[in-house]
């Protein structure tokens, strides 16, 4: 009888501290010009690409989940992808996921969080916006903070590479509820 309350509760401690992300990740870019993005596996977080339509403005066209999509007890569970980039202070430890993009892409980070309310938690996102450029390598670095929210930075590893920005762009109008 002991062995099943105490497997019983070990289960529900499990289950209780897991989080799914239900976005399909990202696919590599095979191509010789690739720049190369790395994350830190934990959390929520997403790149939405983004294309010029006809009327001039820019849609987003896909978006794809860049950390893990299963954790228990807020240790990825799936997740933990190299492929050799260099060392890296901002984004090191166990659990790092690294892709291959294609360059000159409209690409958008975005980090979703929930902040925790007295009577309800509300979801949240944090973004940052760049255009990756050949052979460059970048680091997406997602920092939290208890009072002031989550935080998503971009960083260019490439020795004098820099962040290329959107600079004035205009997004078209969400046509769906759900983007």
């Given at each position: 009888m002991a062995a099943k309350i105490l497997i019983t509760g070990l289960i529900a401690l499990l289950l209780s501290g897991c989080t799914a992300g239900f976005r399909p990740s990202l696919d590599d870019y095979k191509g010789q010009d690739a720049a190369r993005i790395r994350v830190a596996s934990e959390g929520n977080t997403a790149l939405q690409f983004f294309e010029k339509q006809g009327s001039g403005c820019y849609k987003k066209?896909?978006?794809?989940?860049?950390?893990?999509?299963?954790?228990?007890?807020?240790?990825?569970?799936?997740?933990?992808?190299?492929?050799?980039?260099?060392a890296s202070s901002d984004n090191n430890g166990a659990f790092i996921n690294e892709f291959t993009l294609k360059?000159?892409?409209?690409?958008?980070?975005?980090?979703?969080?929930?902040?925790?309310?007295?009577?309800?938690?509300?979801?949240?996102?944090?973004?940052?916006?760049?255009?990756?450029?050949?052979?460059?390598?970048?680091?997406?670095?997602?920092?939290?903070?208890?009072?002031?929210?989550?935080?998503?930075?971009?960083?260019?590893?490439?020795?004098?590479?820099?962040?290329?920005?959107?600079?004035?762009?205009?997004?078209c109008p969400s046509e769906s509820i759900f983007d």
């Open positions: 066209v896909l978006e794809r989940r860049i950390t893990s999509g299963f954790a228990i007890l807020v240790i990825p569970v799936t997740g933990n992808k190299r492929i050799g980039m260099p360059p000159g892409q409209m690409i958008r980070v975005i980090h979703y969080w929930t902040k925790t309310g007295y009577y309800q938690n509300t979801q949240k996102s944090a973004t940052a916006e760049f255009i990756p450029q050949a052979n460059h390598d970048y680091d997406i670095v997602v920092r939290g903070s208890e009072y002031s929210g989550d935080s998503v930075s971009i960083k260019n590893l490439t020795p004098n590479g820099a962040v290329v920005g959107w600079g004035e762009v205009k997004e």
